[in-house]
């Protein structure tokens, strides 16, 4: 089965920077679209970022400007670059990727922004 691996979280200052990575194990990755989600204590799951196969992106406004999306298709991979976190930021952060009807989503990775 599909593999998706999320990798990168943890503890970090407010206006500090983390790199998230998702191993996608699938053939045929550059052929998927793929997003970053994140859901917080007592919240429902949001989108953050998506990318897709041609790296177009799209972001969602409490992050757009501090946020950067990127695919790696050689390495089966997507990133998420955060920079100037915000406590506000700390979640789950889930990678999924999407190939017309099928949806495959990861394990999360804990992202936690505090002093």
Not at 24 to 35: E, K, P, Q, R, W
């Amino acid at each position: 089965q599909v593999q998706v691996v999320e990798s990168g979280g943890g503890l970090v200052q407010p206006g500090g920077s983390l790199r998230l990575s998702c191993a996608f194990s699938a053939v045929g990755f550059t052929g998927y679209a793929m997003g970053w989600y994140r859901q917080a204590p007592g919240k429902q799951r949001e989108l953050v970022a998506t990318i897709t196969s041609g790296r177009s992106t799209n972001y969602a406004d409490s992050v757009k400007g501090r946020f950067t999306i990127s695919r790696d298709n050689a390495k089966n991979t997507v990133y998420l670059q955060m920079n100037s976190l915000k406590p506000d930021d700390t979640a789950v952060y889930y990678c999924k990727g999407s190939y017309g009807p099928y949806n495959y989503w990861g394990q999360g990775t804990q992202v936690t922004v505090s002093s």
